[in-house]
């Protein structure tokens, strides 16, 4: 039976526990998820963005209760925990100010060049859409989902990883104190195993995962058996190139914020290290000081700058991941040994000399440690970087015009930064390639990618 627990990451100590669901209960939850939808799909646009802006509101008002509550359940740091706080309030007043504009009917072509008097495209909801959600940003991954989607009149149905209840129960409550109808956005607390049941009903019309690679292929699998649309955000072992020309001592100090960034915990962080043999020692020297000068410790203690990993199974896995490389002749540069006392913790690390017979070197390290590389010139940086199934984030490091231009063409992946850390904002679409998954998240694309583009034709 799943567990479905507060575990405080910091101290190995289980916080709360929660009943899950009787199948009972979901299926009254689905049906009311249907009956709401009926009428929310109709309800004025004005009301659902004065209603969006509310929950903006009450973000920014407890951002305080609200971090602390996903410290404890995942173990962020309290500051970049309200921080996420701050960016759900920033992407609920988006889609509130944008909502019309996106779902404004389009007009793609002269009526009389179809024939018609008048043809339009019109953007309508789908239904219940099943949101499943991981723990590493608890809080952002469901808001960038339902934002778009109460906006668009669809209405959600969250299904959040087992040890953050508290939050999920929190997105719920959040909306209806918002004002939206009761049966909008709802949480179930249920476990993996019952996906399948939710998925299948017909009144659920479509999915949103995001999460590892075998659990979107699972749900990708029953959607297609149901003919439901996805959209999936999976994995990432995003490269970071740097070339001669690049900024150096910046190029290192994002790379170490980035490979730190929610613990080492983030699907979008850069991973890999991609030098140009030119800078390599310079860039090795000042990446390697970086990491090491990030604290770690107590996650609600604002001095910290890295908290503890997610569970005891999470850290067990990048320690074999790291037990293996190094055992195969990897070197350790900084790191690689758990600290003493409770807790989950792990330091940032850099290994150097990663092989195709790694096993890192095809999978996605998911905590602080960074995997170095050396190449000489731009194609066998490009082509190291491509090296992956992955294809989420990229990034590329140079001054100069021409190799940024070849980046920005060449390297595999759905986004590219160039001289930044790879980040997700409300304005810009999100999401991956390859078996980074499918589908857009955020931006406009975001809103439509479980409407209805309706064509109208007018004779």
């Not at 959600?133 to 960038?144: A, E, Y």
């Not at 096993?359 to 000489?376: C, I, K, N, Q, T």
Request: glycine letters at 10%; a negative charge.
């Amino acid at each position: 039976m799943t567990t479905i627990a507060t575990t405080n990451p910091a101290t190995g100590e289980v916080e709360k526990t929660f009943d899950a669901l009787a199948d009972e209960e979901v299926d009254r939850r689905i049906a009311r998820a249907a009956e709401t939808f009926a009428s929310f799909r109709t309800t004025d646009l004005a009301r659902r963005a004065e209603w969006m802006r509310a929950a903006a509101g009450i973000l920014d008002e407890e951002a305080g209760r609200i971090g602390a509550m996903l410290t404890a359940e995942m173990g962020k740091t309290l500051k970049a925990a309200e921080a996420e706080a701050a960016k759900c309030a920033q992407a609920c007043r988006f889609y509130a100010g944008h909502a019309g504009e996106f779902l404004a009917e389009r007009r793609p072509a002269d009526a009389g060049d179809v024939g018609a008097r008048d043809a339009y495209v019109r953007y309508e909801p789908l239904g219940p859409v099943l949101a499943v959600m991981p723990w590493n940003f608890p809080l952002w991954q469901v808001i960038r989902f339902a934002a778009p989607n109460l906006m668009a009149g669809n209405v959600g149905l969250l299904k959040h990883a087992s040890n953050v209840p508290q939050t999920a129960l929190f997105l719920e409550d959040l909306f209806r104190r918002a004002g939206f109808p009761e049966g909008a956005f709802q949480t179930l607390l249920i476990g993996s195993a019952e996906v399948e049941r939710v998925l299948r009903d017909p009144r659920v019309k479509a999915a949103t995962l995001t999460g590892s690679e075998p659990a979107g292929r699972s749900v990708a699998a029953i959607a297609a058996d149901e003919v439901k649309p996805t959209v999936l955000e999976l994995g990432g072992s995003d490269p970071f190139v740097v070339m001669p020309s690049a900024d150096i001592e910046a190029a290192a100090r994002t790379a170490a914020e980035s490979r730190c960034l929610n613990n080492g915990q983030s699907c979008i962080s850069a991973k890999r290290f991609i030098v140009d043999s030119a800078c390599a020692d310079e860039f090795e020297r000042l990446f390697v000081a970086n990491m090491r000068a990030m604290r770690v410790g107590d996650p609600m203690d604002e001095a910290t700058d890295v908290g503890p990993l997610v569970s005891e199974a999470q850290r067990a896995e990048v320690e074999e991941l790291v037990a293996d490389a190094v055992g195969k002749g990897a070197a350790v540069l900084c790191g690689g040994e758990r600290p003493e006392g409770p807790g989950w913790f792990y330091p940032p690390t850099v290994l150097s000399g990663v092989t195709p017979r790694m096993r890192m070197y095809d999978e996605e390290v998911f905590g602080p440690v960074a995997s170095l590389f050396r190449v000489d010139g731009i194609a066998e940086a490009i082509g190291l970087a491509n090296a992956t199934g992955f294809g989420l984030g990229s990034n590329a490091w140079t001054r100069d015009d021409a190799e940024r231009e070849r980046f920005v063409r060449e390297l595999d992946a759905g986004q590219v930064f160039i001289n930044g850390k790879t980040t997700s904002y409300p304005e810009l679409p999100f999401g991956g390639v390859k078996r980074s998954g499918y589908g857009r998240e955020l931006s406009a694309e975001g809103m439509r990618a479980f409407c209805n583009a309706k064509t109208v034709w007018v004779g």
